[in-house]
């Protein structure tokens, strides 16, 4: 444990706080879940994983994930936050089991374009979601096609004082990046309740928060029935690619840009145990997110206590500053998302792998899946993807020969396909192409 860690974990706290609110909205359930969920994550993952960056808690594409699951879960309220635990429960089980019967190369089962495009249109997706949030108004669609034209048809009923604070606070969050050292979403978060408060945004009809009670409620497991749990199975697996997926990811590129080991079984184990955790809590599905890893780069973390600090200011927050988080408008919420998803947004990964031509058609598949089938079975169509370019790849594979041109001194490559006759002592004769020769190695 060092200084810089407690300084970091506070740092990442004023980030995970709006996060979490706003996450919880996007899954449709209390803010409470969200925050018990990241307090939890935080402090099983600084138990047992390995990564000093990682902040495990509720991610936007998990969230969007379980809002899509609970959508196609019949009953009440009650009854979806009930069957949300449990899944959450069978998420933490799996994980546990894959590290067990270590399956660390699913990090792999999803190829990098599929990868690249789901994100992207995850990303315009969740975005897309929160501009009803920004703007004022309720737009109630089950999928992007009409939502958008329920946004378009709403305009005129766009709420001006609802725009103006969360368009500003988007300002402001893209501009605090220039100062990474800044906690940027901790003091737009402060600015919003200090707005709220002089401004009176509640009587000027800006939706709030409002008050959070940080103790979970358990709820009632005795009414359920097996078959309502295993109508849960189809949506466990998707949810554990995802983010392992994207927390391996995280987890991944931060090691390897200070040069420190990281196991991807054990990181299975830690993300098991985190949600196992989090089902205790009544949480939500948590990972690596990485918007909270950079921030936690950013401010400096210096070992796994970083995380520690981190839940423990974010409860602290919660019970402290309980009255004030209460006056935080949702637009700035809702700003909070946008400005975390941006960087999602940027198509220079996809156009570059069109000019490599490397899968950017399978890229712009799933992108478009997500777009048109929703997350969930946009999930689905990219697994489904990434399969296909596999096979594809085990049926073509690419062979490159190494050789003297005939009649010259220099070397070349041949990107042909070889075949055995074209090989010396092949069954076939041992007859070689006229305009290319095998080179012989000098041992």
Known sequence: MRKGDWIAGLSVAGLMLPEAVAYAGIAGLPPQRAICAAIAGCLAYGLVGRSRFAIVSPTSS??????ATLLTLPGTVDDKALLAT????LVGALFLFASTVRLGNLAGFISRPVLRGFAFGLAITIILRQIPVLAGVPVNASDILHLVTGLVSSVPRWHLPSILVGSTALVALIGLRRVP???GAFL??????AVSAIFDLSHRSVALVGSIPLLPTWPDFSSRQWSEIITLMPFVLPLVLILFAE????IRSFSLRHNEPVEAN??????????LASAVVQGMPVGAGFSAGAASEAAGAQSRATAVFAALGLALMIIFASGPVALLPQPVLAAVVIAALTHALDPMPLLRLWRLKRDGYIALGAALGVLVFGVLDGMLVAIALSLAALLRRMASPYVARLGRLAGATILSISPAMPTRSQFPGSPSGGRRSPCFSPMRMPF
């Open 62 to 67: 998990s969230a969007a994930i379980l809002a």
């Open 86 to 89: 449990v899944l959450v429960a």
């Open 181 to 183: 050292f800044l906690p």
């Open 188 to 193: 737009v978060l402060c600015g919003g309740i």
């Open 247 to 250: 927390s391996w990811g995280t």
């Open 266 to 275: 054990r990181e299975l184990g830690a993300l098991g145990l985190a949600n």
